[in-house]
Nanobody, 115 residues
Framework: QVELVESGGGWVQAGGSLRLSCAAS????????KGWYRQGPGKQRELVAG???????NYADSVKGRFTISGDNVKNTVALQMNSLKPEDTGVYYC?????????WGKGTLVTVSS
C-alpha cells in the first residue's frame, strides 16, 4: 500500500505561480511512475504531467512550457511547479503513482486561478 498526501494548492491570480508537492509513504519500493492529474469543473480527470523512473517526463499540451514536474527519490516526493497560471488551470490536482500493476491516488488539492 502506498499513501500519498498532496500540499500546496490554493488561490492565485492569472499569471501567478504555485508549487504542488506530494509525499509518498508506505510500500514505495519499485514505484515506476509518478504523475499529476487534474479535474476541472465539469470535466474529466486528465493527465497534467508524468515522471518515469528513468527521468523521462511527459506533459499535457496545455501546460507545456509552463509546468515542470520533478521528483526526489530520497524524500519520496514529487512536485509540480506551475507558472503563468490560467483560469482554465483551475481544478483539483491529484498525485498519482504506479507500482507494478497497482495505481495509487492522493485525495487531491484544489487550485483556483482567478482572471
Amino acid at each position: 500500500q502506498v499513501e500519498l498526501v498532496e500540499s500546496g494548492g490554493g488561490w492565485v491570480q492569472a499569471g501567478g505561480s504555485l508549487r504542488l508537492s506530494c509525499a509518498a509513504s508506505g510500500s514505495i519500493f519499485g514505484i515506476a511512475y509518478k504523475g499529476w492529474y487534474r479535474q476541472g469543473p465539469g470535466k474529466q480527470r486528465e493527465l497534467v504531467a508524468g515522471l518515469f523512473s528513468g527521468g523521462h517526463t511527459n506533459y499535457a499540451d496545455s501546460v507545456k512550457g509552463r509546468f515542470t514536474i520533478s521528483g526526489d527519490n530520497v524524500k519520496n516526493t514529487v512536485a509540480l511547479q506551475m507558472n503563468s497560471l490560467k483560469p482554465e488551470d483551475t481544478g483539483v490536482y491529484y498525485c498519482h503513482v504506479a507500482r507494478g500493476s497497482m495505481n495509487y491516488w492522493g485525495k487531491g488539492t484544489l487550485v483556483t486561478v482567478s482572471s
